[in-house]
C-alpha cells in the first residue's frame, strides 16, 4: 500500500527523493535496505500497479498521449524542424518512464562511461558502471539449445543474476530478426563482441527488462517499490507534484535543504527532510524544481520574480538529445514472419491477447535487433564530415560558453571512432509519412542518432509548478548532427539491395521513391523526426567552473545536503538507451549517500 497524506504532512524523514521513476526508487530502496533509515518518496503520478496496459510487452507507443501513464510535454517551436514543437513523452506514475519505455536492455560503450571521469568526475566510470548495474540485473539466460537456434552468443557475457530487475530474452524471437541481423553484418558491420560488457562495437541481439516466467514488463516498480513496500521505513506517496525544496533561513552562505512543498489533492504540503533532499525528477524536471527552489542564473530567477539562494548558472543548459526516424520495407507475401502489423486487425489481436496469457504470441516479442556502427562505416563521406566539423569547432572555440569545448573535444574523437550511428531492427511500420497498405507487412530500421553535438536548455517560465518549462532542444543548432542522419539513412535504405533482406522485401515504403536527393532528405528528416525521449544533461555533473550543477558526489553546488540523481546529471550522452544507465546512477547514488561509496 502507498502512503495516505496524513503520514507524510509535516511529518520528518531522513531522507525524501522527489521522484518515484527509474533513478528514485532504486536509489530509495537501497537506502531503506537499513531498517534505522526512513525515506519518503514524493511521485507526482498515480501507482498504476499490476496494470497490464504497462506490464503487457510489445505494447510500443500505446501510452503516449495517455494521461494515466504519461507526461505529455511539448517542445517550444524548432526553426530547424519548420516551426513544429516536438512531444517528449515521459513515464507517469511509480517506475516513471521504465514503465512506459521500449523495454530495450542497452549498455553503453566503456569508452563512454569513461569520459564521464575525464571531463571532471572521479569514479563515474565504466568499471564503477558495471559493479553497480550488476547489482540491479537479474538476468536470466535462455537454455543453450535456445541459444544455439537464434545465433545467441553469449558465453563470454558477464551479467548480475541476482537483481532485482529480470532480464531475459523474450519468449518469442521470429527467424525474420536472424535474416534482418544477417543482412547488418553483409553490409559491412561486424559482430559485436561483448556488447553487454562495454564492447557494444557491431551487430547484436539484446535482452529486455523481461520477466520470462510471467512474460510481463519489469521496471523500477516491480524491481524496487513492491519487493520493499512492506518496510516500516519506506513512506511512498502518490500523486504528490513537488513544488520545491526550501531552505532553513538561518544560513545565507550555504543552502540546506530543509523540507519539501508540493501539491496532493489540490492543497499544498510540506515534508521535512533531517538529513538530505534527493531530487530524481529527472532530465525535464529536476532544474526547474532547482529553480522555483532558489538555484540557477540569477536573471532568469530575477524575471521570475525568485530570490536567488544559489548563482548556479549551469542548471538548465547542456541538454542533449538522441533522436530517431523510421525506414520500412514492405515485406513479401510469401515470407513467414508475424509482425506487429497483424495486430491492425482487431481480431488478430484479441487472438494474441489470449495467446499471451500462455507466454505465446506477439506479445512475447520485442526489439532485440542492434547495430552500432562508427561513421567511417557508415559512409566514404566521414573524413569530410569530420575536417568540416573540427574546422568549424576550432574556429569558434573561444566564443563557446564554459566547458563545451573539452565535451566538443571529445565529440570529435567519437565522430571519428565512436558507435554513434545506431540501427534498430523493428517488425512492423515504424515510419512516416506514408502509412501501411493494408494486409500488408513490414520491417523497419530506427535510423538512431546518439551522438549529438547541438545544445539545448530547459527553464521555468513561471512560478507556478505546475506549468511546464519551456523544453528548447535547439535540434541541428549544429549542422554536423543532420550530416551524419542524413547519411545514416542512406545506409539503412541500401539495406534492401543486400542480402538475405533483398530476398525477403518488395519495396521500401518510408521515405518513399519521391525521396531521392540529399536536399529531400534532410526536408523528409525535419518533417518526420523524433526524440528518442533519451534527454540528458540538464544538471550536468561537471566542475562549476565549466557550467556543472553538480559534484561527483551527486550535490548540488553551493548547498550542503540537496543532491541530484537522475540522467540530468549526465554530462555527455553516451550511444545507449538510458534505462541502465539511469539504474545505474541510483545504486551509485544510494552508496554515495550511505557513506559506502569508493572510488
Keep these: 500500500m502507498t502512503a495516505s497524506i496524513d503520514d507524510v504532512k509535516d511529518k520528518s524523514f531522513d531522507y525524501i527523493v522527489c521522484g518515484g521513476g527509474t533513478t528514485g526508487l532504486t536509489l530509495a530502496a537501497r537506502l531503506t535496505e537499513d531498517p534505522d533509515t526512513t525515506v519518503l518518496v514524493l511521485e507526482a503520478g498515480n501507482a498504476n500497479l499490476d496494470d497490464m496496459a504497462i506490464l503487457r510487452p510489445a505494447s510500443y507507443g500505446s501510452h503516449f498521449g495517455n494521461?494515466?501513464?504519461?507526461?505529455?510535454?511539448?517542445?517550444?517551436?524548432?526553426?530547424?524542424?519548420?516551426?513544429?514543437?516536438?512531444?517528449?513523452?515521459?513515464?507517469?506514475?511509480?517506475?516513471?518512464?521504465?514503465?512506459?519505455?521500449?523495454?530495450?536492455?542497452?549498455?553503453?560503450p566503456a569508452e563512454d562511461m569513461d569520459d564521464f571521469e575525464r571531463l571532471g568526475n572521479p569514479g563515474w566510470n565504466w568499471k564503477n558502471f558495471e559493479k553497480y548495474i550488476h547489482r540491479t540485473e537479474g538476468f536470466v539466460p535462455p537454455t543453450k539449445e535456445i541459444q544455439s537456434q537464434k545465433g545467441l552468443d553469449l558465453d563470454t557475457c558477464s551479467m548480475g543474476s541476482d537483481g532485482p530487475l529480470a532480464i531475459a530474452y523474450?519468449?518469442?524471437?521470429?527467424?525474420?530478426?536472424?535474416?534482418?541481423?544477417?543482412?547488418m553484418i553483409n553490409a559491412g558491420l561486424r559482430p559485436a563482441l561483448r556488447p553487454m560488457n562495454g564492447q557494444t562495437h557491431g551487430v547484436y541481439f539484446a535482452p529486455l527488462t523481461y520477466?520470462?516466467?510471467?512474460?510481463?514488463?519489469?521496471?523500477s516498480a516491480t524491481a524496487f517499490y513492491t519487493p520493499c513496500k512492506d518496510r516500516p521505513n519506506f513512506t511512498v506517496l502518490v500523486a504528490a507534484h513537488v513544488n520545491r525544496v526550501i531552505s532553513s533561513s538561518g544560513n545565507d552562505d550555504e543552502f540546506v535543504a530543509e523540507s519539501v512543498e508540493f501539491e496532493h489533492g489540490g492543497q499544498t504540503y510540506v515534508a521535512r527532510a533531517s538529513k538530505e533532499v534527493i531530487l530524481s525528477t529527472g532530465t525535464l524536471k529536476t532544474p526547474q524544481v532547482l529553480e522555483l527552489s532558489g538555484i540557477g542564473n540569477p536573471?532568469?530567477?530575477?524575471?521570475?520574480?525568485?530570490q536567488t539562494k544559489v548563482d548556479l548558472p549551469g542548471v538548465g543548459t547542456n541538454v542533449q538529445e538522441h533522436m530517431i526516424v523510421g525506414v520500412s520495407f514492405e515485406l513479401r507475401d510469401d515470407v513467414k514472419f508475424d509482425t506487429l502489423d497483424l495486430l491492425s486487425d482487431p481480431e488478430v489481436a484479441a487472438k494474441h491477447l489470449e495467446l499471451h496469457n500462455s507466454g505465446?504470441?506477439?506479445?512475447?516479442?520485442?526489439?532485440?535487433?542492434?547495430?552500432?556502427?562508427?561513421?567511417?562505416?557508415?559512409?566514404?563521406?566521414?573524413?569530410?564530415?569530420?575536417?568540416?566539423?573540427?574546422?568549424?569547432?576550432?574556429?569558434?572555440?573561444?566564443?563557446?560558453?564554459?566547458?563545451?569545448?573539452?565535451?566538443?573535444?571529445?565529440?570529435?574523437?567519437?565522430?571519428?571512432?565512436?558507435?554513434?550511428?545506431e540501427f534498430i531492427s523493428f517488425p512492423g511500420l515504424n515510419s512516416r509519412p506514408n502509412p501501411p497498405e493494408k494486409g500488408k507487412r513490414y520491417i523497419s530500421f530506427y535510423v538512431a542518432m546518439n551522438h549529438t553535438f547541438s545544445r539545448g536548455t530547459i527553464h521555468a517560465t513561471s512560478k507556478d509548478a505546475s506549468v511546464d518549462p519551456e523544453f528548447d532542444p535547439r535540434y541541428f543548432d549544429e549542422e554536423v548532427d543532420l550530416q551524419v542522419w542524413v547519411e545514416m539513412v542512406k545506409f539503412t535504405r541500401n539495406l534492401r539491395n543486400i542480402s538475405p533482406l533483398k530476398d525477403i522485401t518488395t519495396k521500401e515504403r518510408n521515405p518513399?521513391?519521391?525521396?531521392?536527393?540529399?536536399?529531400?532528405?534532410?526536408?523528409?528528416?525535419?518533417?518526420?523526426?523524433?526524440?528518442t525521449?533519451?534527454?540528458?544533461?540538464?544538471?550536468?555533473m561537471l566542475p562549476k567552473a565549466n557550467g556543472g550543477v553538480v559534484d561527483p558526489q551527486l550535490k548540488v553546488y553551493g548547498t550542503k545536503n540537496l543532491r541530484v540523481a537522475d540522467l540530468s546529471i549526465v554530462p555527455l550522452h553516451f550511444a545507449a538507451h538510458p534505462q541502465a544507465v539511469a539504474y545505474a546512477i541510483g545504486e551509485q547514488g544510494a552508496d554515495i549517500v550511505r557513506g559506502k561509496y569508493q572510488l
Excluded at 536573471?299 to 525568485?306: D, K, T
Aim: aromatic share 8%; glycine share 10%; net charge positive.
Design 67 to 108: 494521461a494515466a501513464y504519461s507526461w505529455n510535454h511539448n517542445t517550444i517551436k524548432q526553426k530547424m524542424t519548420g516551426d513544429t514543437p516536438h512531444m517528449w513523452a515521459r513515464g507517469k506514475g511509480l517506475g516513471g518512464s521504465s514503465g512506459i519505455n521500449f523495454l530495450c536492455w542497452i549498455k553503453p
Design 360 to 421: 505465446e504470441g506477439l506479445f512475447t516479442t520485442g526489439i532485440i535487433g542492434f547495430s552500432f556502427a562508427t561513421l567511417p562505416e557508415v559512409t566514404s563521406r566521414a573524413s569530410e564530415i569530420f575536417k568540416a566539423t573540427e574546422d568549424k569547432i576550432m574556429k569558434n572555440a573561444n566564443s563557446y560558453p564554459p566547458g563545451l569545448l573539452e565535451q566538443y573535444k571529445i565529440s570529435l574523437e567519437r565522430l571519428k571512432s565512436g558507435v554513434g550511428c
Design 512 to 531: 518513399g521513391p519521391e525521396v531521392q536527393t540529399d536536399e529531400e532528405i534532410v526536408d523528409w528528416i525535419k518533417k518526420v523526426m523524433t526524440t
Design 299 to 306: 536573471n532568469l530567477l530575477r524575471r521570475l520574480g525568485i
Design 533 to 540: 525521449w533519451h534527454t540528458a544533461g540538464s544538471c550536468s
Design 211 to 219: 520477466d520470462p516466467k510471467t512474460h510481463t514488463r519489469s521496471y
Design 170 to 183: 523474450p519468449a518469442t524471437i521470429d527467424d525474420g530478426e536472424q535474416k534482418v541481423k544477417e543482412t
